[in-house]
């Protein structure tokens, strides 16, 4: 089985910058440690990371072809993006919506997400963490729901 850990703008720089709101660890520690746990589990991992909404997109149609459900860290498009919510919609996967930082406890603009009436559940807080929250939960309701 394989899944699509994806995330969308800036996260490139997670762990340069901000590390009292991020934390200090890189996207390329999350997927060593992602691939570690999944490796274990037999499950195979993809990882993509773009700043660009159509990328995303994109990656999100592929998805719907090889991948059983997708982890994503839409970042800042979680606020604002329609055509990423119709995407989730249309692939007719399980998608889990991740966030590092507690978007409750931040500005007002980070409580509305267009994606999350669309996943499966959110999952907000817990650093890089909440990535592999994601994948358990993700692997957990695929397990239930066959
Ligand atoms: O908490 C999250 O994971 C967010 O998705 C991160 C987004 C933010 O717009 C969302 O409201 C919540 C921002 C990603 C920026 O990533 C950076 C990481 C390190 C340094 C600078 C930016």
């Not at 060593?32 to 499950?43: D, K």
């Amino acid at each position: 089985m394989k899944l699509l850990i994806l995330s969308g703008p800036n996260l490139n720089l997670l762990g340069t910058r901000e590390p009292e709101i991020y934390g200090s660890e890189t996207l390329e520690d999350v997927e060593r440690f992602l691939r570690e746990a999944a490796s274990s589990q037999g499950i195979e991992l993809d990882f993509f990371q773009s700043n660009s909404e159509g990328a995303l997109i994109d990656a999100l149609h592929a998805a719907r072809k090889d991948c059983a459900g997708v982890v994503f860290n839409p970042g800042a498009y979680t606020h604002t993006s329609i055509a990423l919510r119709d995407a989730i919609s249309a692939i007719q996967i399980p998608v889990v919506e991740v966030h590092l930082s507690n978007v409750h406890a931040r500005e007002e603009f980070r409580k509305r997400s267009y994606l999350a009436p669309v996943c499966i559940g959110t999952i907000s807080g817990f650093g890089t963490t909440s990535y592999r929250l994601g994948v358990d939960a993700l692997l957990d309701y695929l397990k239930r729901r066959h």
